[in-house]
């Protein structure tokens, strides 16, 4: 399973765009990159999945270079409620990938 | 509201209780996991059942013993657990454990153990 790292926390104020990037050097041709968002206490949901160039969806984007050895997921103008812990999931299928520490994002007024 | 419904959503239990939580998923899934999350730890996964039967467990102690008697259930018997076992467990549901193509895991809300 590839081992994923990511910053251990970000700050981020209000309306401000947030970058959050995971490099993942022993990515396989199979695998997929996901990103989940927790709340303390809650169970973690799915932001964003891609396998390589660009996705975006109506709360994200993620992109992935061409070497795909690292990933970056996009919040645009987070807001108070954007603050959680996110983590980036490298794996062939959902039941294939491994959860790290995961980025804790705290939104600031 | 994810699919994934846990119950309780608190339990507490004294090292000698017998207690079980409980996870349904009303997605049509056919794999289902247990994951552990202890204070300011990441998820562990514990366990995962495809089509009903066990294809993994990642040496967890055997006074936890999961349980899933068909593809929309899945239980997790406690017996004799110690306080370092107090956590977070959180069940979730994917159409697949296995194969390519990526997918999403759903998780329940999670039920909070204390073990005293």
């Known amino acids: 399973l590839a081992k994923t790292t990511q910053p251990i926390s970000m700050d981020s104020y209000e309306g401000q765009e947030v970058n959050i990037t995971c490099s993942h050097n022993?990515?396989?041709?199979?695998?997929?990159i996901t990103w989940y968002q927790q709340f303390p206490s809650q169970g973690p949901r799915f932001i964003i999945q891609?396998?390589?160039t660009k996705v975006t969806n109506e709360v994200a984007s993620l992109f992935i270079p061409a070497d795909r050895k690292s990933s970056t997921l996009s919040l645009p103008r987070v807001s108070l409620s954007d603050t959680a812990v996110y983590y980036c999931?490298?794996?062939?299928?959902?039941?294939?990938?491994?959860f790290g520490d995961g980025t804790t994002l705290t939104v600031k007024p | 509201e994810t699919g994934v419904t846990q119950t309780p959503r608190h339990l507490v239990m004294g090292m000698t209780n017998k207690k079980s939580l409980k996870c349904e998923q009303h997605?049509?899934?056919?794999?289902m996991y247990w994951y552990k999350q202890s204070a300011k730890k990441p998820l562990e996964l514990m366990f995962v059942?495809?089509?009903?039967?066990?294809?993994e467990n990642n040496s967890v102690p055997s006074r936890f013993s999961p349980e899933c008697p068909n593809s929309s259930h899945l239980f997790l018997h406690l017996h004799t657990l110690q306080p370092e076992d107090s956590a977070l467990y959180l069940c979730?549901?994917?159409?697949?454990?296995?194969?390519?193509?990526?997918?999403?895991?759903?998780f329940g809300e999670g039920s909070r153990l204390t073990v005293l």
């Open positions: 979730a549901s994917s159409q697949s454990s296995s194969g390519t193509g990526g997918g999403e895991l759903f």
């Open positions: 022993n990515i396989a041709t199979n695998d997929y």
């Open positions: 891609g396998y390589k």
């Open positions: 999931l490298v794996g062939g299928n959902a039941g294939k990938s491994t």
């Open positions: 997605l049509g899934h056919n794999a």
């Open positions: 059942y495809s089509l009903e039967e066990r294809v």
